[in-house]
């Protein structure tokens, strides 16, 4: 169970980000009283731009970057106050997070099995059991630095659930992925949906939205724009199609900003 | 110790061990590297010595008293000497030493021997040897040293007998018959002085080089690879991750300085060998079991504090390349505060010893002279564990950081 309310980040910029962002403020919001609730059992959606605010709203969940205003409650823990009782129950995997690239998959896994305090025993049923659903057995001793881009996504989502977390965090999960090991990624979000866990991933691939997440939440330059079911969605901007509603959203809110 | 902390030593440790490239150019290249080179040097100039001792100088002697050669044939004094006439020119042979082609020249002054037979009284002249030879020439300084002190030394003797009949007479008394009788010293601390001035300089520098170069990486190159985050998503205290690191980089440092250490002292043999011809005696330590406790005492805060320093510049710096040339300064100070004991003999202020850096070299310094004195130690010891104390909590600080760890 994931509960966002009124979440304000702010950043503060330097001189050099002020130049490169070609602005004059000093501070800018990335996340304004963004409030969203994710449920154990679902998978939600968080979809956006470029710079909408997806990624600070996840790694704030995470406990890796700290509210400006408002609370992050994941599991029922502040993630502020009690933010290692948070990480024990979560399981966070981004693009910008990575497997060392000097050590085997198996290394890896054991390494952040022993972590998060599981025993020997445990940590080499559930190697087993993941690494044979993600084929990864064949190439579990072989640097990950070796491996191919598909390889290495494969082996640092099956090394964040060493801990069968309850809450699952993935930060745009299929990108730079082929079709056949997204596939074999969204499969496994569904079946994590299946054992009750609570899933929350951000995306901008319409379609993948679309056929996976059970409720979906749209964020434009920091606000939540709209969130439902797909259907509510379309219903809502009278739209037939994920995209079109999403581009008629960007339109409205985009514009009020400039 | 701390689970989290104890699971990062081991795989940091693992990292390097498990690397053989890692293990190469950490560890057995500096110590090949080391011994070669010294090695190298050793014999280029024992090679050297033993050219200048096997050369046969080229020597002009102008003027020679009649008596000379036979002196010369009887010192064994071996050279190429041709005699020359009072009327023979000797500028061309001036040039000749200038130019390194010849060695020496030596010029009797005219009637030498006469001179020397018709001294009756103090005022009477007395006659000269001069000697002309070039400094920069090792062919000639030599053959100039040698002649000197084998020929013209044992013919002036001669001529003295002759004078005076007996020898005894001009010497009123004797000044330290067996000089090694009369030298009454420590001989530890002799032989610490001479490591007290090389030991606590190499040490320091090699301590904080080792630190440098794996510290820059294990935290600025996993902060750049993304490899440290994942940590930071795992249920363990940002502490917990800083204490690993700094542990693991500590061992690490540690190796790395003694393998420095031990081909350096390995080493130095060698090249002393070439250098004197292996006149040096072999310098003994000797320590009591409390100075061995001292000395890794301090050792130990002394990698620790190092290990944080060059962490917390590896921490604050967003790449590599910002971090190595942030290290640099501070890797000066280390140097100029460990070279400040190359010139002194031990300080005894105990106020120097609350000094971080200066303090662990001169400690070092003291205790190899068998001169530390406990309030020394206890200073030194406690002023370089607060100050890594205050920058492992400004590490952990940095590591809590959204800023610094996410450039957010």
Redo the contacts between chains.
């Keep these: 169970m994931i509960i966002v309310k009124d979440l304000t980040k702010v950043y503060k910029l330097n001189k050099k980000q002020m130049l490169e962002l070609k602005t004059k403020k000093s501070m800018k919001k990335a996340l304004d009283k963004l409030s969203l609730e994710a449920r154990p059992g679902e998978i939600y959606g968080l979809l956006g731009p470029n710079g909408a605010g997806k990624t600070t709203a996840l790694r704030t969940i995470a406990t890796l970057l700290k509210p400006t205003e408002g609370e992050v409650k994941v599991c029922g823990f502040d993630t502020v106050k009690e933010s290692e009782k948070v990480r024990k129950s979560i399981c966070f995997l981004t693009n910008e997070i990575k497997l060392d690239p000097q050590f085997s998959p198996k290394y890896m896994f054991n390494f952040f099995g022993r972590l998060h305090g599981q025993d020997e025993k445990a940590i080499n049923e559930r190697r087993e059991k993941l690494f044979h659903y993600f084929g990864i057995k064949d190439f579990e001793d072989k640097k990950i630095d070796e491996l191919s881009t598909g390889m290495k996504q494969k082996a640092s989502i099956a090394v964040s659930l060493v801990h069968d977390p309850e809450v699952v965090i993935f930060d745009e999960p299929t990108t730079g992925l082929d079709i056949i090991t997204a596939r074999s990624v969204t499969e496994y979000l569904k079946q994590l949906r299946e054992d009750g866990k609570t899933v929350i991933i951000s995306t901008h691939i319409m379609t993948e939205a679309e056929k996976l997440c059970d409720r979906i939440g749209i964020i434009i330059n920091g606000v939540k724009v709209i969130e439902g079911t797909l259907n509510e969605i379309l219903v809502e901007t009278k739209s037939e199609e994920l995209e079109d509603a999403f581009f008629e959203l960007y339109k409205q809110h985009n514009r009020e900003e400039v | 110790m701390l689970?989290?902390t104890k699971?990062i030593v081991k795989?940091e440790l693992?990292?390097v061990f498990?690397?053989k490239k890692m293990v190469f150019s950490l560890f057995i290249m500096p110590a090949v590297m080391i011994v070669g080179m010294y090695s190298l040097m050793g014999t280029l100039l024992g090679n050297m010595m033993s050219d200048i001792e096997e050369h046969v100088p080229s020597v002009y002697i102008q003027n020679a008293p009649a008596d000379l050669d036979e002196m010369i044939q009887t010192t064994g004094y071996e050279a190429d000497i041709e005699y020359l006439e009072e009327s023979d020119n000797i500028d061309d042979l001036k040039d000749g030493i200038f130019n390194g082609t010849v060695d020496l020249l030596v010029v009797f002054d005219e009637g030498f021997s006469d001179t020397i037979g018709a001294y009756q009284a103090a005022g009477d002249p007395i006659p000269e040897v001069k000697t002309y030879y070039n400094t920069a020439e090792d062919y000639s300084s030599a053959a100039r040293e040698s002649f000197v002190s084998r020929v013209l030394y044992s013919y002036q003797q001669g001529l003295l007998t002759q004078r005076l009949g007996n020898m005894e007479q001009l010497t009123v008394f004797f000044i330290d018959k067996d000089p090694n009788a009369s030298v009454i010293v420590d001989e530890k601390k002799q032989d610490g002085r001479i490591l007290g001035m090389l030991v606590p300089f190499l040490l320091n520098i090699m301590l904080f080089a080792g630190a440098m170069g794996l510290g820059v990486d294990a935290i600025t190159g996993?902060k750049e690879?993304?490899?440290l985050?994942?940590?930071?998503?795992?249920?363990?205290?940002r502490g917990e991750i800083v204490f690993g690191k700094l542990i693991s980089l500590a061992i690490m440092s540690s190796i790395s300085a003694a393998v420095y250490v031990v081909s350096i002292v390995v080493a130095m043999p060698i090249l002393m060998n070439g250098a004197t011809g292996g006149e040096l005696g072999a310098v003994s330590l000797q320590f009591s079991p409390l100075e061995v406790i001292m000395l890794f005492v301090i050792l130990i805060v002394v990698v620790y504090l190092y290990v944080a320093i060059v962490a917390l510049i590896a921490v604050l710096a967003r790449t590599s390349k910002e971090a190595n040339t942030y290290v640099m300064p501070a890797y000066i100070l280390v140097m100029l505060g460990s070279i400040m004991t190359y010139a002194g003999t031990g300080d005894t202020k105990l106020a120097n010893f609350f000094i971080p850096i200066y303090n662990s070299a001169v400690s070092i310094q003291n205790l190899l002279m068998g001169e530390l004195t406990l309030a020394q130690f206890g200073a030194t010891v406690l002023t370089i564990s607060v100050l890594a104390a205050i920058i492992t909590s400004l590490i952990t600080r940095a590591f809590n950081s959204?800023?610094i760890?996410?450039n957010?």
């Design positions: 689970n989290g699971n795989k693992s990292r498990h690397d996993e690879r993304g490899t985050s994942s940590m930071l998503v795992s249920p363990i205290k959204e800023k760890m996410f957010a």
